[in-house]
């Protein structure tokens, strides 16, 4: 959805962004074999002007939270944390170690978090509130701002994927239930999670910029921008009215579920325009009314269940407990409320409608917790209604019309805008007895439908006639559920059925049919190789749409069960650096696997291709595809080679990460298609050749290393300066090629050393 202000490119958001970067080339305050312990002193390594640090702060007794905070202000508010669900104990170490990884132990020496991009040379806590780890050159290899908790500061992005993260409650840092995401799509989202597991629920915000959304901004004055792939404006988010030079200013996703923007005065008086010294929030936030946006069909809503949302100052979301009931978590409000009453009798007995009566509250309903619904019924008859049925635990009138609503309760809230009344059922008393379980009275029925009073009189004939007819009317409808079952039975064998979803894995089956019509017809073909051929579609998931469907070729014929053990290992690999399986098909002949849809092509099209990727971004590409082979070979569950690495299977996202494809399928394929072998691929003789002097050809292997043992790298990589100006690298690159084409298999190094040399550990 594009707002109604002119699109123009953001080249001065960029200009104010060019300052910082330049600081963080210069500024070295760590250097290798630095540290810093976890005391109660809140020991930290400062930024240049001291208006941030990085260290650690004690948030319990005992517990401390490696982080980065606003260091002038008396609150030392936290922006970020890298041990937000694991607190270590005082004695516990963050170290630049002599090898150039960023390492947090604790006061047992055991690891808990660390960044280890490799090639490091120092680190910097930088003046934009940035933790940047850097090369001898100034590149930065790894830095905070990649890897954001809750909270964006002025000139950080948010890319494609990453998302904010919020608290669990305002003095709880661990993972809370709401994410800020920019999906794949480019869709900008608000939502939920079912927590504490991180399966995602619906959006309750949306920016409705699927297929625009590229970019976050937060730029140096306070403004909050997202942006399209060609750098223009597709919706301003958050907007700042204070001068940012006088301010400190922050964004964050907070506990409650709403994003906000922040600003604090950097010193008292007239520049500050009379602004409080403290945190103030901007007027707008995302979104405006959080009690009205939110609604969860399973879930409790905004606020926990028992319990309604209210609209508060500064228009914060307020939860608080109904009539009768208390906090379950004295500590967090959105955890939901207990009844402090004992519940009405369901079982024999008296119904106990005189122990109970109602609280009213104006303008309030609990969406989504409705059993029963009346219609053209006074409000005595609503709450008659509800006195008389111990499953009613309150109801909502409005209009002539009555919801009862059953516990939990659920999406409560009180707003202007709702109208009716809400009917809260309480005891009257403090009464401690019993309740027994029943079920509902027939104070279900509407006025119309209730029982009249009748004398008792003796009907054991119409008794008698009434239960032969209801015994006949049983056997007939039991003998027509039947005859509807065998029928269905009989049908549904009929009918060709995809294989089931896999115990314990969260893959997707899909029919062929499915598959066919998300591909238009198999209509748009990305690629072919060894396995089959791939086609785009369109099929809704967490991380997008786009999907990439291959089709394999030329297998074996296994069993259905043996397609499914291969499948169901490579859908227990999880990486980063792994293209990720989301479902398959294996329907009569057919055998197709679904992946998520990689958005920069692989590859062999970024080498071949006209255009060059920075040098930086390739070395982190080579990295990462070693990374993924090292997990394939050492550490997945069940460890696999690849057998057809290749630039084609080695896919980019879309910020360039190397993503591994077609792993797990070799055993798959006919015989005469592939076997395991350990000859090298690409060395004299091979399609890989190239022009060497302008006379000699040779295999492009013999002639790197022939460069390389000659000491001509530069003919290596001719005509890319980058490279050029990072020989010292580009040399253990080369060594570390040709040590792994070695023709004995005994002599190469293994993908976990391989590993080790390239991020500069051994």
């Not at 590859?603 to 090292?630: C, H, M, N, P, V």
């Not at 696999?640 to 630039?647: A, F, G, L, Q």
């Amino acid at each position: 959805m594009a707002f109604a202000i002119p699109s123009y490119p953001i080249y001065f958001m960029l200009f104010f962004l060019l300052p910082f970067s330049t600081t963080a080339q210069t500024y070295r305050n760590i250097t290798l074999g630095s540290s810093l312990t976890a005391r109660n002193d809140n020991s930290s390594w400062a930024s240049p002007s001291g208006d941030f640090a990085f260290g650690f702060q004690e948030i319990e007794t005992g517990g401390f939270l490696l982080a980065i905070w606003f260091n002038k202000i008396p609150e030392k508010t936290i922006i970020w944390s890298a041990n937000r669900n694991n607190l270590v104990q005082s004695g516990s170490i963050i170290q630049l170690t002599a090898d150039g990884m960023v390492v947090l132990n604790d006061n047992k020496g055991q690891q808990i978090w660390s960044a280890d991009p490799g090639g490091v040379s120092y680190a910097a806590m930088l003046d934009t509130g940035n933790f940047v780890v850097a090369s001898n050159d100034s590149a930065t290899l790894w830095q905070s701002f990649d890897y954001p908790t809750d909270t964006i500061l002025p000139t950080q992005t948010l890319q494609r994927d990453q998302k904010l993260v919020a608290c669990l409650s305002e003095r709880d840092y661990s993972t809370g239930r709401f994410r800020f995401t920019l999906q794949r799509d480019g869709d900008l989202v608000l939502y939920t999670t079912d927590f504490p597991m991180d399966t995602v629920s619906k959006a309750y915000w949306a920016s409705n910029t699927v297929n625009s959304g590229y970019q976050v901004i937060f730029n140096q004055s306070g403004h909050i921008y997202l942006i399209t792939m060609n750098e223009t404006i597709v919706s301003p988010i958050l907007s700042n009215p204070a001068p940012a030079s006088n301010f400190y200013m922050r964004a964050i996703l907070e506990y409650d579920g709403v994003f906000r923007q922040y600003v604090y005065p950097k010193s008292a008086g007239s520049s500050t325009g009379g602004w409080p010294m403290a945190w103030s929030p901007l007027s707008s936030s995302l979104p405006e009314n959080l009690c009205m946006t939110l609604m969860e069909e399973v879930g409790s809503g905004p606020c926990g269940f028992n319990s309604h949302c209210t609209l508060g100052d500064n228009d914060r979301p307020n939860c608080k407990c109904l009539p009768g009931y208390t906090l379950l978590d004295p500590s967090n409000k959105a955890n939901g409320c207990k009844p402090d009453f004992v519940p009405q009798n369901c079982g024999e007995g008296p119904k106990e409608t005189d122990l109970f009566d109602f609280r009213e509250i104006s303008n309030t309903d609990w969406a989504l917790s409705d059993y029963k619904h009346f219609e053209k019924v006074t409000e005595d008859y609503c709450r008659e209604s509800c006195l008389g049925d111990c499953f009613c635990a309150a109801a909502h009138f409005r209009d002539e019309n009555c919801w009862k609503k059953r516990m939990p309760l659920t999406n409560g809230r009180t707003d202007p805008r709702v109208v009716g009344k809400g009917l809260i059922k309480i005891r009257k008393d403090n009464s401690t007895t019993q309740s027994t379980g029943g079920s509902p009275e027939n104070s279900d029925k509407p006025p119309q439908q209730k029982d009249q009073p009748q004398e008792k009189k003796d009907q054991s004939g119409l008794i008698l006639t009434g239960s032969v007819l209801l015994g006949s009317s049983m056997f007939l409808n039991l003998l027509l559920l039947l005859v509807t079952l065998l029928f269905l039975i009989k049908k549904k064998s009929k009918t060709l059925q995809p294989c089931s979803t896999m115990l314990g894995l969260n893959l997707r089956s899909f029919t062929y049919k499915e598959l066919e019509e998300a591909t238009d017809g198999f209509k748009e073909e990305l690629g072919r190789g060894s396995f089959g051929t791939v086609y785009k579609g369109i099929i809704e998931y967490e991380k997008g749409n786009f999907v990439a469907v291959k089709k394999l070729e030329k297998l074996e014929k296994r069993a259905e069960q043996e397609f499914n053990t291969e499948v169901s290992a490579i859908g227990r690999t999880n990486h980063k650096n792994l293209v990720q399986l989301l479902g398959f098909c294996s329907e009569g002949e057919h055998r197709l696997l679904v992946y998520e849809f990689m958005c920069n092509g692989c590859l062999a099209s970024i080498l071949f291709g006209d255009s060059r990727l920075r040098w930086e971004k390739r070395i982190q590409i080579g990295f990462g595809t070693a990374r993924g082979l090292y997990y394939l070979h050492e550490e997945c569950s069940t460890q696999m080679i690849h057998c057809d690495i290749k630039p084609q299977n080695i896919l980019l996202d879309d910020s360039f990460t190397a993503r591994i494809s077609d792993f797990g399928l070799a055993k798959l394929l006919k015989a005469d298609q592939t076997q395991t072998t350990t000859a090298v691929r690409g060395t004299k003789g091979k399609n890989f050749e190239q022009d060497a002097d302008n006379e000699t050809q040779m295999g492009l292997a013999d002639w790197a290393y022939d460069c390389y043992r000659e000491g001509k790298l530069h003919l290596i990589v001719e005509n890319d300066e980058e490279a050029m100006g990072d020989m010292k690298r580009l040399e253990k690159f080369v060594m570390i090629a040709i040590w792994c084409i070695q023709e004995d298999p005994s002599l190469r190094p293994t993908m976990k050393k391989v590993t080790q040399m390239l991020e500069g550990s051994c």
